[in-house]
């Protein structure tokens, strides 16, 4: 905790430094419509100083006391569209902004670099779910919510568990954020302890493919997954009130759920908060009801911040509980025993950010999350198993200004891991992980050619309470550099190499016993070393005209992997699987690519194209690895307009042949989806009502990535009905 009110305390020495900066620049403009028309009431906002202002009638928007430099800007409307624009501000600026309904614009992301920027600028993949497209594909849990995006699978353990995999990287090689500090549950390592997000809450999920070790850590490898809920306020609030509440029910399980967002402030002080409550009964598949799938969660937070023009700092609280079932009994048989998670997390964050008009920093940024979270697993009525998580996580990011042609930023992390799991039996000894790191990104060029490189260090201590089991300490380095080539405004090509450091886990040194959730008996070894691996990630993208979209193809190898395999034997009636260490091969490559068939605001109709492919090999010869996902390739018709959203797609899932030791193939299946929308304006308030179709032919189909799979079919038919009120 020392780290952490030192963290404090040069956040609030910064924060008020800044009071005595001296304002350079103003920026006006004119907000149009795609009819050249002014756009009025449109929020205009400059992303990187969380600043935003409301075009007055006639189109026109205003910002004072920018500071000089490049800033990115961004419209956004639900009646005009969005526009996005970088503008370079040196004393009076002027810029117009024309807003667009297109199917697919231009993403700011937050997650891929120090400062927000367009997804295009990014060397690495980057893409964002929100609006009516994160509408379209919610679902209970984070993983299944993500599971149709290119290139991320889902582990679809049962519907209360699932959690994102990317590019054939599950486990602790995905880091999932909350607003960019780790979420502190324990569903890293086991398939059956869900993420203790709701995506409900979520204003927009990013996706980061491809190791993100640089900026977020050893446990970034494969990915990050950052959810965004604007759950402590950076911006200033004009509004006494305003928000959005959601209702949403489903014919497969009977969903019942509805989630309220408001959001208010009076000058300086801002206030957010959020509540939502999800019910399911049991799932229907293709060839019976699966028993003891139904889930129960309820969620919630309350935020509130200082905004000044320079900065922001605030703090919230919240929680999430869910109570969800466990079975491989398989479809139409009732368990005999039935296994149960019962889940609880409470969470404070603290967020804060400042910018200066002189000196050597252009930016100070501070993240803290602290969380509790402990889960019961019940067998037969009985609380067998009980893991307790206590973690604490903050990092400090300092921007420079423009040292020659490079800018950029560095920066130092800490958290703090207390792990145990009681009961009758011990699955793992008490754990306490520490990890220390630091780390610096920077870039050249704004040009055609602008190159990212960095590197990160991160050292970690795993103290365990045995006399039999050693405790571990690690140090990794972690580097990577990438080109982006931007030729013109409608492409992009980028190349980026990776060396990258991965500390074992507590679970995977100490894990010993009898996991019942999990229906295996699960195996680590105190002896494991740090992993390493070395990625290529080439990317295309096209960015307007009638083809637009994205390929990409990635290459990673690694020493010493560390993963979970079968050994074909059996312990206290479970499978007994043990984490191993081999050197071990990826590759794959992912498309999304859309053919504007009509593309005349406000109508907008695309074909839309999007595959993946992942192939996961031991060194040597040594046969595939356990759990990767099979080709997958889809297409749909997409229509955006003024009041209509529609969706219609067939998506397809080859069978999947290869297969590790101990671990059967799974057949192949094709899911036809459909959902369509309606927007409705009274005055101010939007409504947005949406039916959405899923598996309309009712196929019966495996999920590859899911240990229990031939137990656990996926939903058959179901329908979703949601109406969304934005106030």
């Known amino acids: 905790m020392r780290s952490v009110r030192a963290l404090v305390a040069a956040l609030l020495f910064f924060h008020a430094v800044i009071a005595f900066g001296q304002s350079t620049g103003t920026i006006t403009g004119i907000v149009t419509s795609s009819t050249n028309t002014p756009a009025p009431s449109v929020v205009v906002e400059l992303v990187d100083l969380h600043r935003t202002t409301t075009a007055d009638a006639n189109g026109k928007y205003t910002f004072n006391n920018v500071p000089s430099g490049h800033h990115l800007l961004q419209a956004n409307s639900p009646r005009f569209g969005t526009g996005t624009t970088d503008v ?43 609006g009516q497209e994160l509408q379209s594909r919610q679902q209970p849990t984070l993983g299944e919510t993500l599971a149709q995006e290119p290139g991320v699978a889902s582990t679809g353990f049962v519907p209360g568990a699932s959690r994102p995999v990317i590019r054939g990287f599950g486990g602790d090689r995905i880091r999932v954020l909350e607003d960019g500090v780790g979420v502190g549950d324990a569903s890293n390592v086991s398939q059956d302890h869900n993420v203790t997000v709701d995506p409900a809450n979520a204003e927009s999920i990013e996706i980061v493919r491809g190791p993100a070790t640089l900026l977020y850590g050893s446990n970034a490898v494969g990915g990050v997954v950052n959810i965004i809920d604007d759950r402590v306020p950076m911006t200033r609030i004009t509004q006494a009130l305003s928000g959005a509440a959601e209702l949403r029910t489903t014919s497969n399980a009977g969903e019942k759920g509805g989630h309220l967002s408001l959001t208010g402030g009076s ?32 969620s919630g937070s309350l935020g509130a911040s200082f905004v000044g023009d320079h900065g922001f700092l605030g703090i919230s609280y919240g929680g999430l509980d869910t109570n969800y079932g466990v079975s491989d009994a398989g479809p139409g048989v009732k368990p005999e025993e039935t296994v149960r998670i019962d889940m609880r997390q409470r969470r404070w964050d603290l967020k804060g950010e400042t ?18 979270y402990r889960h019961f697993e019940i067998a037969g009525g009985t609380p067998a198993i009980e893991f307790l998580n206590r973690s604490t996580e903050g990092r400090v990011e300092a921007s420079h200004r423009d040292l020659g042609p490079l800018h950029g930023a560095f920066g130092v992390q800490y958290s703090t891991r207390d ?20 780390f610096i990104f920077e870039e050249a060029g704004r040009g055609a050619w602008r190159l990212q490189f960095g590197g990160r260090y991160e050292h970690q201590d795993v103290t365990v309470t045995s006399d039999e089991l050693p405790d571990r300490s690690f140090n990794g380095l972690s580097g990577s550099a990438g080109v982006v080539y931007v030729p013109n405004a409608d492409y992009t090509a980028s190349l980026s190499m990776s060396h990258s450091s991965r500390l074992p886990v507590a679970e995977e040194l100490y894990f010993d016993g009898a996991h019942e959730a999990t229906f295996q008996f699960e195996v680590g070894n105190p002896n494991l070393r740090k992993e390493s691996g070395n990625g290529l990630d080439l990317s295309l993208r096209k960015r307007t005209g009638v083809v637009t979209g994205e390929l990409s193809f990635f290459q990673q190898r690694f020493d010493g992997y560390i993963f979970q395999q079968a050994t074909g034997a059996e312990e206290d009636g479970f499978r007994v699987f043990e984490f191993q260490q081999r050197n071990a091969n990826f590759r794959g490559a992912e498309a999304h690519v859309d053919f504007a068939l009509l593309h005349s605001d406000p109508n907008h109709l695309a074909l839309e194209f999007t595959g993946d492919y992942v192939r996961a090999t031991l060194a040597n010869g040594g046969g595939s690895l356990p759990f990767i996902p099979p080709v997958r390739y889809g297409v749909g018709l997409r229509y955006q307009g003024a009041a209509i959203f529609a969706l219609a797609e067939v998506r397809r899932a080859n069978a999947q042949n290869h297969v590790a030791d101990f671990e059967t193939t799974t057949p192949g299946y094709t899911l036809v989806n459909a959902a369509l929308g309606y927007r409705l304006f009274t005055g101010k308030v939007v409504h947005d009502l949406m039916l959405r179709g899923n598996n309309l032919t009712d196929e019966l189909a495996y999920n590859h990535v899911n240990p229990i799979k031939d137990a656990v079919p996926m939903p058959g038919r179901d329908f979703t009905l949601s109406y969304r009120l934005t106030f």
Not at 93 to 118: F, K
Not at 419 to 438: C, H, I, Q, W, Y
């Open 419 to 438: 792990f145990k799991v009681e009961g009758e039996e011990s699955l793992l000894p008490p754990t306490v992980t520490k990890s220390r790191s630091a």
């Open 267 to 298: 000058g300086a002080f801002a206030w957010q908060g959020n509540f939502s409550k999800r019910t399911t009964g049991d799932y229907e598949t293709p060839i019976g009801k699966l028993f003891n799938s139904d889930i129960d969660t309820t």
């Open 88 to 130: 370079l501000v040196n004393g009076a600026t002027t810029m117009n902004l024309a807003l667009d309904l297109s199917v697919h614009h231009e993403e700011i992301v937050v997650s891929g670099s120090i400062d927000p920027r367009a997804a295009s600028e990014v060397a690495q993949p980057i893409s964002s779910l929100n």
């Open 355 to 372: 910018a200066f008009d002189s000196g050597p920093l252009s930016r100070i940024r501070v993240r803290i999350g602290n969380t509790d």
